[in-house]
C-alpha cells in the first residue's frame, strides 16, 4: 500500500510540474536607427536564430531624431543613443549607462563630406565659405567630421559664424539638395554614400573617418546602447543577456553572410553587396566595448567640450556599465 501510494503521489507531482507554466521571461524593449543596416545586424534575434532563456527583446526601428526625445522619456528599456548625448544627460541628473557600442567608424566612406562631380571643390580647404549639409548637430557623426575638419586643417566648425555653413537637413533631403546646387557639399547617409560612390553623380571630397582614426588612436564612437540605472539595477541579469543577444546576432550576420544579406537586401530592396560590406567599410556595430572605446569617448566628450558642444564631461569609466559585454 505504501508503495503504491508513493508510486501515486509521484505521479500527482509529476503532472504538476508538466501543468505549471514554463518561466515567463523578462521583456525588455529596444529602439534603433531605422536602416537597412540595423536590420542585418539583428537578423538572427528577429528570426530566432539567436535567442536566450532570460529575456526577450521587443524591436523598434526609429527615426534618428526621435532618438533623442526618447531618452528623456525613458520609453525604450534599451536605446541606441548619440554618444554626446551620455555626459549631457548623466550632468542633468538623468541616471543612465553605456550598455555596448552601437557605431565606430572604420576607415571607409561612412562621413565622407561629398560633391558633385563637375564641382569646383577640389580639396578640403575649398570649404571656407560654402555650405555643407549635415544631419542634426547633436549626433555623434556630425561632431566627429567637425573635429577631423578643425584638427586636421584648422577650420573654425562653429554652428554660427564658422568657416562654412551647416544646414541641417532631412537625410532623405540630401542627395537631390546636393545634386540641384541647394548645398554645395553634403554629408550622406550610408547607404547614399555607398549608392553615390556608384552613380558616377558625386565624388568624396574628404574621408574623415581615416583622419579621426589617426587623431584618436583607434575607430572614433559615434553611438551606444544605453540603459537607466534604475532599470538596470532592478534587472540586472535581463539587460546582459539583451547585450549578449545583440552582439551574437551581429555575430551571426558576420559568420553566415550567405543567409542573412540576401535576405535583408530583398527585404529592405537595397543591394546586397552594402550590407556584406558595411561593418568594415561605413559603420560598425561592435556592440562589445574595450578599453580603446572607454578611451575614444573621453577623447571625443572632451574634444567636444572645447568646442562648445558639451557644456560638461563625465569619465567615460564611470559611464560605461560593469554588466556591459567586453573584449
Known amino acids: 500500500m505504501k508503495a503504491k501510494a508513493c508510486r501515486l503521489l509521484s505521479g500527482v507531482l509529476l503532472s504538476t510540474l508538466l501543468a505549471a507554466p514554463a518561466f515567463a521571461k523578462e521583456k525588455l524593449s529596444i529602439a534603433l536607427n531605422v536602416d537597412p543596416s540595423h536590420a542585418a545586424m539583428t537578423y538572427a534575434i528577429r528570426n530566432g536564430k539567436v535567442s536566450s532563456e532570460l529575456v526577450e527583446l521587443d524591436m523598434h526601428f526609429i527615426d534618428v531624431n526621435a532618438m533623442t526625445q526618447a531618452a528623456g522619456t525613458r520609453r525604450f528599456d534599451i536605446l541606441q543613443l548619440s554618444a554626446l548625448a551620455v555626459p549631457r544627460a548623466i550632468t ?19 562621413r565622407d563630406i561629398w560633391v558633385k562631380k563637375d564641382s569646383p571643390l577640389q580639396k578640403p580647404e575649398d570649404l571656407k565659405g560654402k555650405s555643407l549639409g549635415v544631419y542634426s548637430l547633436a549626433t ?8 577631423a575638419l578643425w584638427k586636421k586643417f584648422g577650420f573654425n566648425v562653429a554652428a554660427t559664424g564658422g568657416d562654412f555653413t551647416m544646414k541641417q537637413m532631412q537625410m532623405a533631403a540630401m542627395p537631390a539638395a546636393l545634386a540641384t546646387g541647394q548645398i554645395d ?27 579621426n582614426i589617426e587623431l584618436f588612436g583607434t575607430r572614433p564612437i559615434a553611438a551606444v546602447f544605453i540603459g537607466y540605472d534604475d532599470k538596470l539595477a532592478a534587472k540586472r541579469e535581463a539587460y546582459r543577456a539583451a547585450m549578449i543577444m545583440l552582439r551574437d546576432s551581429r555575430n551571426y550576420a558576420r559568420s553566415h553572410p550567405d543567409e542573412v544579406y540576401p535576405a535583408v537586401a530583398a527585404a529592405e530592396n537595397i543591394d546586397e553587396q552594402f550590407l556584406r560590406i558595411w561593418e568594415d567599410e561605413y559603420q560598425g556595430f561592435p556592440v562589445s566595448v574595450t578599453d580603446k572605446d572607454i578611451g575614444a569617448l573621453d577623447k571625443l566628450w572632451q574634444l567636444s567640450k572645447e568646442l562648445s558642444i558639451l557644456p560638461e564631461t563625465v569619465p567615460a569609466k564611470d559611464a560605461v556599465w560593469d554588466g556591459a559585454p567586453r573584449e
Open 92 to 110: 542633468q541628473g538623468l541616471g543612465m549607462k553605456i550598455l555596448g557600442i552601437s557605431s565606430n567608424g572604420p576607415p571607409g566612406s561612412g
Open 140 to 147: 555623434g557623426s556630425v561632431t566627429l567630421v567637425r573635429i
Open 185 to 211: 557639399a553634403s554629408m550622406l547617409a550610408n547607404i547614399q554614400a555607398y549608392r553615390a560612390s556608384k552613380s558616377g553623380e558625386f565624388r568624396s571630397l574628404i574621408s574623415t573617418d581615416r583622419l
